[in-house]
């Protein structure tokens, strides 16, 4: 069993959808990430979250410790949302903090 | 303020030769992450280097090696080449422990 899980592994949807991607984990964490990454590969990072919510533009994370589960909100979506939403875990007690990813979820938002 | 800067962008390899990828770190980063992400998968985390170390490391063989050097920057290196090493190598960069900027990667081939 991997241990960041992401669901769901593909998903399309019409613009102006409200969209939701969840993660979940199954060790204890120093932080959970949420990553962009379009295609030909480059990463950008969108939250660092180690409790709680986050919000930028349309973009709202929110994590709950006791449960190991986190979730990437996106409101009033744009074709321009199309990537790759990837999980990613700092693994808690490790010392160093290299990340552990879930596989992603790819989402295309139609016009 | 250049972010994390990668080189070369693509490379192909012959199976059984040696490769070098280079990676600069965010200006105030000290912390530097590789992680290999084969087609369709989730990034796979390498090792990552802190004060010139290698701190932690994921379950790669000898066959990938690093260095970092006083400014930060940092080199992988994989040795005898193999068709399974054909992959995107990305560079993160952080600062101790924190936030992570990613390259846009290196892709490598090995044919």
């Known amino acids: 069993k991997n241990e960041v899980e992401q669901s769901p592994q593909n998903l399309t949807a019409q613009e102006g959808e409200f969209i939701t991607i969840n993660c979940s984990y199954s060790?204890?964490?120093?932080?959970l990430h949420w990553l962009q990454q379009h295609p030909g590969g480059g990463i950008v990072s969108l939250f660092m979250?180690?409790?709680g919510k986050k919000k930028h533009g349309r973009l709202i994370a929110t994590i709950n410790i006791q449960e190991k589960h986190s979730s990437l909100h996106i409101t009033a979506s744009h074709p321009r949302d199309s990537a790759v939403y990837i999980c990613?875990?700092?693994?808690?007690?490790?010392?160093?903090?290299?990340?552990?990813f879930g596989k992603g979820t790819h989402l295309i938002i139609q016009p | 303020d250049a972010g994390v800067t990668q080189s070369p962008t693509h490379l192909i390899k012959t199976r059984g030769q040696q490769v070098t990828l280079r990676c600069s770190p965010k200006s105030g980063h000290d912390t530097v992450s590789w992680y290999q992400q084969a087609l369709g998968q989730g990034p796979q985390f390498i090792f990552q280097?802190?004060?010139?170390?290698?701190?932690q490391r994921g379950n790669f063989p000898d066959r990938f090696s690093g260095h970092q050097f006083p400014n930060y920057s940092s080199e992988l290196n994989v040795n005898a080449l193999l068709l399974g090493d054909s992959a995107l190598y990305l560079c993160?960069?952080?600062?101790?422990?924190?936030?992570?900027?990613f390259g846009s990667g290196t892709r490598l081939t090995v044919v």
């Open positions: 990613a875990v700092g693994i808690r007690g490790g010392g160093a903090d290299g990340l552990t």
């Open positions: 979250l180690s409790s």
């Open positions: 993160a960069s952080s600062r101790t422990i924190g936030g992570y900027t």
């Open positions: 280097y802190y004060e010139e170390e290698e701190r």
């Open positions: 060790v204890g964490i120093s932080a």
